[in-house]
């Protein structure tokens, strides 16, 4: 079955430092996502990406971050000067386009800040 | 306002009993899809069961099963038979308007499951 794959598995980042966290959707799913969940606690919605534009973005996804689709394939979720809070496992997932299709999460990446 | 409440924050059940995982949610959108997944000690997420607001009979996938009463707004999960392998984090989620490109899956806060031998 296809999956959705990010990469790294697990970032460890000084405080103010820029990472990129990169996604590989499932090849004809056409809507990306990206969420946060800080260690045992809900999953958050951060943003939605579509025909290369944001289609819905929450109050946490501001000016320190950033969604992409460089290359067609990719897709990348870059946060700014990253802070000891942005610590957390994101998640990216994917949708087909069919509005009851599940979100396919890929298996996360853990951003640890120090 | 919470759009999604999950009131369990821990559930404990016996293996081969089944168990009820509560879920409410707030939308005044008529056109919604609600999911539960389930994320395992391991961390990945899971997808377990869909139903949509317009679907006349309650969803079901082998051992799961979703209670969809919509007057009351609640889709409670239903596991039957328990097994060792479910214990885990469960999330019930939704998507208001569904006929719209890309709108936001929108979780509760979980609820803890154990079971024990």
């Known amino acids: 079955e296809p999956e959705v794959t990010q990469t790294p598995s697990h970032q460890v980042t000084q405080m103010g430092q820029e990472v990129i966290l990169r996604c590989v959707p499932i090849s004809n799913h056409l809507y990306f996502y990206w969420y946060r969940q800080i260690l045992g606690q809900k999953v958050e919605f951060l943003v939605s990406f579509y025909n290369n534009e944001i289609s819905e973005k929450s109050e946490i996804f501001d000016d320190q971050f950033s969604v992409e689709r460089p290359d067609g394939s990719n897709f990348t979720l870059k946060i700014r000067s990253t802070k000891l809070e942005d610590s957390a496992m994101y998640f990216c997932?994917?949708?087909?386009?069919?509005?009851?299709?599940?979100?396919?999460f890929g298996n996360g990446t853990r951003l640890t800040v120090t | 306002a919470q759009k999604i409440t999950q009131t369990q924050p821990g559930m404990f059940v016996q293996e081969k009993e089944a168990v009820t995982l509560d879920c409410t949610y707030d939308?005044?959108?008529?056109?919604?899809?609600l999911f539960w997944y389930k994320q395992p000690s391991s961390g990945e997420m899971i997808f377990l069961i869909y139903q949509g607001s317009y679907d006349q009979q309650n969803a079901t996938e082998g051992r799961y099963s979703l209670n969809f009463q919509k007057a009351r707004k609640s889709a409670n999960l239903v596991i039957s038979a328990s097994q060792l392998g479910d214990s885990a984090m469960y999330f019930c989620?939704?998507?208001?308007?569904?006929?719209?490109?890309?709108?936001?899956?929108?979780f509760g806060k979980g609820t803890t499951l154990s079971v024990s031998s």
């Open positions: 989620a939704m998507r208001e308007g569904l006929n719209q490109a890309g709108t936001a899956l929108i």
């Open positions: 997932a994917t949708l087909s386009g069919d509005g009851g299709s599940p979100l396919h």
């Open positions: 939308t005044s959108d008529p056109s919604y899809g």
